[in-house]
């Protein structure tokens, strides 16, 4: 039997990267999946392909800083597939690195907004429809503030932080009714966003270099990881931050 079978997730940042990767996989091991971005157009390629492959996906775009859109994705879920067993949010952003000094406000809060906010207001509407049968919530933080600091990353570090604290609250909250509650921390990933950092073959060198197995990952290898949280493969999982990082936290070469 599938990992996923019979259960039903919803997937933010899904329109690329470890998002979309994440909805791939977990529709290939049964789940049916409500894939969520701000891009349309790639989350209606993505249902194409989850489709062709016989698999079941629905998409919803929008901004997942808004708390309607957190509880319309709940309520596709409910309405399409008749219930939610994961929720996987993954959906985030550096930002525009920088000193602190020269931070705006603006760009801080739009950072906390999209990357801590966002997992709050899914959350918040996720859990309450997990409670009838359990579940399984998973945020997408970084080893970045966790294991390490990299410099002009303090509001990313920080929002991402964040979510570690909030899924072991989370955890210890609703462990009793059946909703287990992790935070997957990966490293170095090629997806477009991590290119914004890897963009010359010196930087890609350097970022390759501060990991253990001195590549970067797959998005389909940071999915894996994911697909774990999400099945009853880690049933006595629940309020820890799973490091998924290629070794950069215990590097020193």
Known sequence: MSLLSNKVAII????????????????????????????????????????????????LAGDVKSETYARALVDLAL?????????????????????????????????????????????????????????????????????LGLPGMAAY????AGLIGLTQVLAAEY????????????????TPMGRAFTDTPESLAFVQNMHALKRLAQPEEIARSALYLASDASSFTTGIALLADGGVSICRT
């Open 12 to 59: 933010t940042g899904a329109s690329s990267g470890i998002g979309r990767a994440s909805a791939i996989l977990f529709a290939r091991e049964g789940a049916c999946v409500v894939v969520g971005a701000r891009r349309q157009p790639e989350l209606d390629l993505l249902v194409e392909e989850i489709r062709h492959e016989g698999g079941q996906a629905v998409s």
């Open 79 to 147: 309405t399409r597939f008749g219930g939610l067993d994961i929720a996987f949010n993954n959906a985030g952003t550096t930002g525009t690195p920088g000193s602190v000094p020269a931070l705006e406000l603006a760009q801080w809060q739009e950072i906390l907004d999209t990357n801590l906010t966002s997992a709050f207001v899914g959350a918040k509407y996720q859990i309450p429809a997990m409670q009838a049968r359990g579940g399984s919530l998973i945020f997408t933080s970084t080893f970045v503030g966790h294991t």
């Open 157 to 160: 570090a920080a929002s991402k």
């Open 175 to 190: 462990g009793a009714q059946g909703v287990r509650v992790n935070t997957l921390l990966p490293g170095g990933t090629d």
